[in-house]
T-cell receptor, first 116, second 114 residues
């Protein structure tokens, strides 16, 4: 069964460093999303992406964040200068159709980012 | 501010028993409500999706209800199994001007004991 994959599963970095989290969405999906979940807290929406453009972003997704689809399969989240509060589990998701009423999103297993 | 509140925060039941989880929301304008199951250390998995015109939606032993007037939803699990132990998350989406803005609840942690 097709699934969303994410690499690495765990990333440790020093504060101020840049990190790139990678995701491979399901192959026929056109809409992509990033979410984060700080330990013990609820999942939060970061950004949605379609047709090589950001469709929507939350207040969390500030200038230190960027997303890219560098080729036909990968979808990346870059954090330019990591802060301690960026430590969280980052989930990628994809969907075949847009965020309309019956759109089912499939989530990856997540990348745990630890900023020291 | 859009909010989703879930109760109880945690729940312990015996295998084979039924349970009901609650979700109250103050999200406007309402687009749809989803229930997800999240196993520890894994990504959420979709259980049900409902729009304002739907009152109930089933997926196997999971049945979700929605009352758009009172802005409440419930997830009923029938004949629980050990594998049902997980966090159950209610997500409500607003659709202001065509934008997709999901608000997540904190989840209900369910533990099913043999």
């Amino acid at each position: 069964e097709p699934e969303v994959t994410q690499t690495p599963s765990h990333q440790v970095t020093q504060m101020g460093q840049e990190v790139i989290l990678r995701c491979v969405p399901i192959s026929n999906h056109l809409y992509f999303y990033w979410y984060r979940q700080i330990l013990g807290q609820k999942v939060e929406f970061l950004v949605s992406f379609y047709n090589n453009e950001i469709s929507e972003k939350s207040e969390i997704f500030d200038d230190q964040f960027s997303v890219e689809r560098p080729d036909g399969s990968n979808f990346t989240l870059k954090i330019r200068s990591t802060k301690l509060e960026d430590s969280a589990m980052y989930f990628c998701a994809s969907s075949e159709t847009g965020p309309n009423s019956y759109n089912e999103q499939f989530f990856g297993p997540g990348t745990r980012l630890t900023v020291l | 501010k859009n909010q989703v509140e879930q109760s109880p925060q945690s729940l312990i039941i015996l295998e084979g028993k039924n349970c009901t989880l609650q979700c109250n929301y103050t999200v406007s304008p309402f687009s749809n409500l989803r229930w997800y199951k999240q196993d520890t250390g894994r990504g959420p998995v979709s259980l049900t999706i409902m729009t304002f015109s739907e009152n109930t939606k089933s997926n196997g032993r999971y049945t979700a209800t929605l009352d758009a007037d009172t802005k409440q939803s419930s997830l009923h699990i029938t004949a629980s199994q050990l594998s049902d132990s997980a966090s159950y998350i209610c997500v409500v989406s607003a659709y202001p001007g065509g934008s997709y803005i999901p608000t997540f609840g904190r989840g209900t942690s369910l533990i099913v004991h043999p």
